[in-house]
């Protein structure tokens, strides 16, 4: 990563304008991750922006707060990624499209995550709640982000106006022509920086898989239905107990869960997997596992292991698993 920065800055000498913008990206001072949703849902407009005649092109605050909770709802919903180091006190961007997704996960009876782009708030009711979680994108925006932005070693860049009174973002329209021609790069330098300013205050890993995953569209969340055939050997009788609470569970009730949470993970493994009622895997939903849980997993992987067939690339996997001690090595490393 290192490397192509560099040699993109060698490339960025070729226009002033750009400069500027990838030196606001990657020295910007930050409490939080607001500056790199606020660049990348700029360049993201100058990218849908069709050559009108005038001179000045206006970007409303109202349309770049809805790609800012665009970004911040995915990383969210999927990966629950932090976005400030002060933990006790999370930003209120955070906070209010924490609250949109909890409306959302409720008016569903589901805590299936969904990514943003799909979901008509119109159509389920939440069209209010929409719009009020937009305002108060756009108040934060107008109060610290958008001025802030352009400030770098008290200098300040003039790469747009404000008008902060109508709410608006203006720009010359040849510079909206060059971003929108370099947005590519763009986007680029503002993920690897958003990468790097979420590695300094999150534990879990393959965040810069993460932030590239949500941007292409590209996060497979497969059926866990194959490994039933396998959890099923742990109940000889054909009745599935629940790994958390040990009780019995209904069909209609039964769920796979990820003891590591997935957005640890990131993969789907059979070590990692075991049998739970509904409800409670959506309650620890991205907590990780207490000491005693972890021990359970170590030895249900080693019975596991002794009542599996063991020709197949499952059998091969569980025991590299079992032999390197996945589950604790793991869970260790997640635990900071
Ligand atoms: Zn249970």
């Not at 990657?26 to 005649?53: G, H, Q, R």
Request: hydrophobic residues 35%.
């Amino acid at each position: 990563m290192k490397l192509s920065i560099k040699i993109n800055r060698e490339w960025f000498k070729m226009n002033i304008y750009i400069k500027q913008w990838s030196d606001l990206i990657l020295n910007c001072s930050f409490d939080n991750t607001y500056k790199m949703a606020w660049s990348k849902a700029l360049v993201e407009s100058t990218v849908n922006f069709n050559d009108p005649i005038d001179d000045i092109v206006i970007f409303d605050f109202n349309d770049i707060a809805k790609l800012c909770l665009k970004y911040y709802w995915n990383q969210t919903i999927y990966f629950d990624l932090i976005q400030s180091p002060n933990i006790k006190k999370p930003p209120e961007i955070i906070s209010s499209t924490k609250e949109l997704i909890t409306l959302f996960f409720n008016n569903k009876h589901s805590v299936q995550p969904i990514r943003f782009e799909k979901i008509d708030f119109s159509a389920i009711g939440l069209a209010r709640e929409y719009e009020v979680t937009v305002k108060n994108i756009v108040r934060t925006l107008k109060q610290d982000v958008s001025w802030r932005f352009k400030n770098l070693n008290r200098q300040t860049y003039e790469i747009y106006g404000l008008n902060l009174s109508e709410s608006k973002v203006i720009f010359n329209k040849k510079d909206v022509i060059t971003l929108k021609e370099h947005s590519d790069l763009l986007f680029t330098v503002i993920n690897y920086r958003w990468t790097q300013m979420l590695e300094g205050f999150n534990y879990s890993p393959r965040i810069s898989r993460k932030v590239r995953a949500i941007d292409e569209n590209n996060i497979k969340r497969s059926s866990l239905k194959k490994f039933q055939e396998h959890l099923d050997l742990m109940f000889e009788d054909g009745k599935r107990k629940c790994f958390y609470c040990g009780k019995a569970i209904a069909d209609n009730e039964t769920s796979v869960d990820h003891v590591i949470p997935w957005s640890y993970m990131f993969s789907d493994d059979l070590w990692n997997l075991v049998y739970c009622h509904k409800g409670e895997n959506s309650e620890k939903s991205n907590r990780l596992p207490s000491q005693e849980d972890i021990t359970r997993l170590e030895e249900r992987n080693n019975q596991l292991l002794e009542r599996m067939q063991n020709n197949t690339k499952d059998y091969d996997q569980l025991q590299i698993a079992v032999e390197k001690d996945y589950v604790k090595k793991f869970w260790i490393s997640f635990k900071g």
